[in-house]
C-alpha cells in the first residue's frame, strides 16, 4: 500500500509540474516583433531565407522583451494564440512525447531518419536541428512541424527574454505599431 501512496503522489506532483509549465501557454501572450517595414498583417510567405536573421530556426520571430534596433524601426506589440492552446517546442526541455510520436509516424515510420529524430529528442533544439537535417533544411523543418500540429519554437535566445519562432501567421494579432528609430 506504501508503494501505491508513493506512485500517486509522484502522478500528482508530476501533473501539477507539468500544469505550472504550460499554463501560461493557455493564455493569450503578449509578445514584440521589429521589423524596418510597416504592414497590417504578419504573412509567413514574407519570411527569407537570410540565414544570419533566421539562425535559430525559420519562421515569425517574436520576444515578450522589445527587441533591439538593429532588427528595425517598427516595434509591433502583438497577441498570440488568442483562443488556442500553442504547441510549442522548448530548445532547452525535452520534447513531449506525443509529438515525437506524431513526427516519427509523419516520417513513415520507424526508420533510420526517425531514428535519429528520436534519439536527439532529449533536447528541442537538437530536436529541431535533427528534423532540419533530414529533411532538408530549417524552412521544410518548420513546414513539416506546421503541418503536424506544432506552432513553433520557444527559446532563451538573448538570455533575458522568451523568444518565440512561429512556423505559421496564424494566431497573430496586432495591437500596436509604433515607429522608433
Do not use: C
Amino acid at each position: 500500500m506504501g508503494q501505491i501512496n508513493t506512485l500517486r503522489k509522484l502522478i500528482v506532483k508530476t501533473i501539477h509540474q507539468y500544469l505550472n509549465e504550460h499554463r501560461v501557454l493557455a493564455e493569450e501572450m503578449v509578445v514584440y516583433h521589429r521589423s524596418p517595414k510597416k504592414f497590417n498583417k504578419f504573412s509567413i510567405s514574407n519570411v527569407g531565407s537570410d540565414s544570419n536573421r533566421q539562425r535559430y530556426g525559420w519562421g515569425l520571430y517574436f520576444s515578450d522583451g522589445v527587441p533591439n534596433n538593429q532588427y528595425g524601426d517598427y516595434v509591433y506589440k502583438v497577441k498570440l494564440f488568442k483562443g488556442k492552446n500553442p504547441v510549442l517546442i522548448d530548445g532547452k526541455k525535452p520534447v513531449d512525447g506525443s509529438i515525437v510520436t506524431k513526427i516519427v509516424k509523419a516520417l513513415n515510420g520507424p526508420n533510420k531518419k526517425s531514428d535519429e529524430v528520436v534519439e536527439f529528442s532529449y533536447m528541442g533544439w537538437l530536436f529541431y536541428k535533427t528534423l532540419s537535417r533530414v529533411l532538408g533544411g530549417d524552412k521544410y523543418a518548420s513546414t513539416f512541424l506546421s503541418d503536424n500540429g506544432v506552432d513553433g519554437l520557444r527559446n532563451n535566445i538573448s538570455g533575458n527574454f522568451n523568444d518565440y519562432i512561429l512556423f505559421n501567421d496564424n494566431h497573430i494579432t496586432i495591437e500596436d505599431v509604433k515607429y522608433e528609430p
